[in-house]
Structure formats: structure tokens, C-alpha cells
């Protein structure tokens, strides 16, 4: 069994199906059902014969990640293979919530949570898409976010960096193979923006840029490698061929 | 081997020596009670070695990200005892000039206290960080953190449920102890008569803490919450009636 964990690159997003982030709607650019799995992770699963699960989802931090990833360490069983990929350092999951704060949930702040257009609730609190918090805490975290947080960034990197590597580290011990790449490879293969010719602005990878991360991925599982950084991408694309015809948007829409 | 990982109580704050003694027992007595911490009590108990990772104010956080570093020291057969905190803690990093690595300061309520007090005497950072800084990082604590002792307390204990079965699935035993045994037995403020007013274990609370530690690896009680500790303190000495009493000495 696969186990992918991870953000919107995972999750497959702009590619896979509409998708809802912060509010925000990113279209799928495929507009066929039969091409929506023209996600790395589907692509996967058709060049191992595995079965795959994917737990990847839209604008979590790297805590939250790790956070599934943990939860989930009991499932895994000796054979089993598990993708990791960073996202960036700067997004942040803090618990929110109102009133007895039984209910708290996990509100992800990304680079525009300035943007967001949030709703009066009731006269104490504000209302986004699902979550509700008070004044206080929006502008609590809004400081914290802006104003302290980036400056920090490059710690961030370091600690989860570390993290991630001794989770790897360690399930390789108990026979799991564990890949991490972290989101150095974002740049590092086709975007949407550039398969669309500038049409949607979005910088998730197009249909292209999962086939080939795809074949990335299977080199590295057939080849023994367990980390992806950018130095390593840019080796691996040398010797990785783009095995699979080139889909042009035009030939999607 | 025993790995500990864990806050002052684990750490032994109040009873080790620090830079700064002054609230510590070593404002008020020249005898040492160094050697006197749970981690050494097991160790003489055991005959085991013991590898102290705790850390004052350390957070859950922390805690578990200090697990996961050591991960590759440990071996099959040994013992990884995990002292939860308060779920309200917060870990930040900052960059530690002298170590030249990143470190954390720990952020707690205590915390708003600490940086007010220091603020009046002049002080304009802690360790590293601004103070203009810091009062971000407290409002956002308050503000958010703070609240949600619930929800994070159950996240915790998920997260280290995990992590424990992964170690339980390279031989590595666990032992996870939650927070609320801070006020079970003797602290420091008792022992001395409220001379000093420190609620970290004497070192008569740490000898029955690590009576509570023996119980549970002679049980193989893997988590000491509440109910656990509820069912073994019959079989306990909380009051140290059966175990010679540490009197609190002044001078040597």
C-alpha cells in the first residue's frame, strides 16, 4: 500500500477536481472526468501496481502534516510505502473557536489570510468559510502571522526539515520506505500558469508536470532514493526520461 | 537504557544547579540535592543508564519534536518515558548565536509574568527575541493557544499514541505520564516549609514519583493518566510512610 501526505501538490489540486481553499475556488483546467486522474498520485499507482491512498490536502501547514503523518503511524505495516511533501514553512495551523472552546478546529493561515473576507458572525465574533473566531484572536493571529512568523522562516524550514527526516528515518528502520520531497519541487516541473499560456494563474502543476513527478517518484522507489530537494530534482531530471506523450491544454478543453 | 523526555519535572528544575539559583533550593541550603531527581532513582533502582531530555517549560510540542530526533539513538530493549505538559504551552524557535543552532523558548502563561517583570527592569529581549516581537507572540498565545487546552490536550494525546506505536514496533517500550501527577505528591514549597515557593517536586516527591515509574514497568502500565494512577496508589507510599523521608537540610 502507498500512503501520499502532503498539501494541494498531493491532493492534486487544479488537476484532480474543482477545489475549495480558503475560500478561494481553483478550477480544475481539465473539464473531462476521464483526465481528472492525471494526478501524480494516480499516475503512481498505474507505474507501481499499488494501491494508494492519498491523504493529501489543500493549504495545511507542515505541522498539520505532520500531524496526519503521526496519527496514522500505526496503520502502517512493514512493505507499505509512504510519500511525504513539505510545504512551505510559512503557513501556520493555530486552533480557533468561540464560546467553551470544546469545539475548536484548526483555522490554516496562509500568505493571504490579510485577504480574507471575513463575515460578521454575532457581535463578538467573525465568520470564514466555516470557521467562526472572535476580533481578538483575528488580530492576534494577523500580527503574529505578519508581523513575527517571517522572520522566522528559515528556522521553520530547519525544524521541519529535521522532523520529517527522523519520521523518514525511522520507518525505513521498521521496513517502511518513506520518500520526502520538500516544495523545492514546485518550480521544478510544468505549472498550470505555464500549460495554459498564462490563461489561469495558478502555480499547482498541470497534467505534464504530475506524469513526470510521477516517474520522479518511481525512480526513486526503484533506485533507493528516500529525500527530494532541489539539487536531487534537478539531478534526477537529467536521467529521468519524459516517457509519456505531452498533453497540450488545447487538446483537453 | 531509559530515554526521558519531558518538562522541569523530568529535567529536575528546583533540586539541579542552575546559572541562576536564586529560585531554587540553593537559596536556602549549601546541602546538594542534585542526585536526587526521579531519573537517578530509576537508574539506581534499574541499573539501567538514563538519558535526560527533559527541558524547563518545554511544551508538548517540543517534547515529541525531541523524540523524534533522538529516534535513531534508540535500540531494541530500551525504555522511552514521555512526561506530557500542560497542552497550553507553545514552542518558538529562534536562533541561538552562541550554539549556533536554532532553540526554543517556551511559552506559557507564566510567560506574560515573566516578560512584564523583565520588561521594567530594562530588559529589552528575551534571549534572542525583541520584546516588541515577544508581545505578539504572547497576544497570539492568549488569544489562540490558550483557549483550546481541550482540543490540543486531545490532539497530544493522538499524536503521542502515535509516535508510541511506532517505537513499540522497533521494541522500544513506552511509558507516557500526563501532567496532572505534578500535584500528587510533595513540592518544594511543603518541604521547606514555604520558605520557597517552587511547586517542583522535593525530593521526596521525586522518589515517590519514581515508585509510581517502577509500578508501572513491573505492570506494564504503558499510560499513566488518571484512572491508571487512581488503581496503583493503593500499592503506593504517597505519604512516605513506608520509605525514609528526605528531611530538608540547610546546611551540610
Not at chain 1, 9 to 19: A, C, K, L, Q
Not at chain 1, 41 to 65: A, P
Not at chain 2, 72 to 93: E, H, Q
Not at chain 2, 170 to 182: A, K, Q, S, T, Y
Amino acid at each position: 500500500m502507498i500512503y501520499t501526505y502532503g498539501d494541494s501538490f498531493t491532493y492534486g489540486t487544479g488537476v484532480r477536481d474543482n477545489t475549495t481553499l480558503n475560500g478561494k475556488l481553483f478550477k480544475s483546467y481539465i473539464g473531462q472526468s476521464k483526465w481528472s486522474d492525471l494526478t501524480w498520485v494516480m499516475e503512481l499507482k498505474r507505474l507501481t501496481g499499488s494501491k494508494i491512498l492519498n491523504k493529501g490536502l489543500g493549504g495545511v501547514s507542515n505541522e498539520f502534516i505532520i500531524y496526519k503523518l503521526l496519527k496514522d503511524l500505526s496503520q502502517f505495516t512493514k512493505g507499505d510505502i509512504v510519500i511525504v511533501g513539505g510545504t512551505k514553512s510559512l503557513r501556520l495551523m493555530t486552533p480557533a473557536g468561540e464560546g467553551d472552546y470544546s469545539n475548536s478546529v484548526l483555522l490554516p493561515i496562509t500568505h493571504d489570510v490579510g485577504e480574507w473576507k471575513w463575515e460578521s458572525a454575532s457581535k463578538d465574533t467573525y465568520a470564514f468559510d466555516g470557521w467562526e473566531v472572535s476580533k481578538e484572536q483575528i488580530k492576534a493571529l494577523i500580527s503574529y502571522y505578519y508581523e513575527v512568523f517571517p522572520k522566522y522562516e528559515k528556522l521553520y524550514e530547519t525544524v521541519y526539515d529535521e522532523q520529517y527526516s527522523g519520521i523518514s528515518e525511522y520507518l525505513d528502520k521498521t521496513g517502511i520506505t518513506c520518500i520526502y520531497w520538500d516544495n523545492s519541487a514546485w518550480i521544478e516541473f510544468e505549472q498550470i500558469v505555464e500549460w495554459t499560456n498564462r490563461r489561469n494563474i495558478d502555480g499547482h502543476w498541470s497534467p505534464n508536470g504530475h506524469l513526470y513527478f510521477a516517474r520522479i517518484l518511481k525512480f526513486c522507489l526503484d533506485h533507493n532514493v528516500r529525500r527530494l530537494n532541489k539539487n536531487r530534482l534537478i539531478e534526477l531530471k537529467e536521467c529521468v526520461p519524459m516517457d509519456f506523450p505531452y498533453i497540450k491544454y488545447t487538446t483537453l478543453i | 537504557m531509559f530515554y526521558l523526555f519531558g518538562d522541569s519535572f523530568t529535567e529536575g528544575i528546583g533540586l539541579i544547579k542552575e546559572d541562576d539559583n536564586s529560585l531554587n533550593i540553593y537559596s536556602l541550603t549549601t546541602f546538594d540535592y542534585t542526585d536526587f531527581i526521579w531519573p537517578n532513582f530509576l537508574s539506581k533502582y534499574t541499573g539501567e543508564g538514563v538519558v535526560n531530555l527533559g527541558e524547563g517549560g518545554a511544551s508538548n510540542h517540543y517534547i515529541r519534536e525531541s523524540i523524534l530526533k533522538s529516534v535513531n539513538s534508540f535500540s531494541k530493549g530500551d525504555t522511552i518515558i514521555i512526561g506530557m505538559t500542560k497542552s497550553t504551552r507553545l514552542s518558538f524557535p529562534y536562533y541561538n548565536k552562541v550554539k549556533e543552532d536554532y532553540r526554543y523558548i517556551h511559552v506559557g502563561p507564566h510567560s506574560i509574568d515573566w516578560v512584564e517583570r523583565r520588561n521594567k527592569i530594562g530588559v529589552k529581549k528575551w534571549v534572542d527575541i525583541d520584546y516588541s516581537h515577544m508581545n505578539v507572540i504572547l497576544n497570539y498565545y492568549t488569544e489562540t493557544i490558550s483557549r483550546c487546552e481541550d482540543y490540543i490536550y486531545n490532539r497530544d494525546i493522538e499524536l503521542l499514541d502515535g509516535l508510541v506505536s511506532l517505537l513499540n514496533s522497533v521494541g522500544c517500550r513506552c511509558i507516557v505520564w500526563e501532567d496532572f501527577l505534578w500535584g500528587e505528591t510533595e513540592g518544594i514549597a511543603d518541604w521547606t516549609f514555604g520558605r520557597l515557593e517552587n511547586y517542583h517536586w522535593s525530593p521526596n516527591g521525586h522518589k515517590f514519583f519514581s515508585t509510581v515509574l517502577i509500578y508501572a514497568l513491573e505492570n506494564n502500565i504503558s499510560h499513566i493518566d488518571l484512572n491508571a494512577f487512581k488503581q496503583m496508589l493503593p500499592y503506593l507510599d504517597p505519604e512516605f510512610k513506608r520509605t525514609d523521608y528526605i528531611d530538608f537540610k540547610t546546611t551540610v
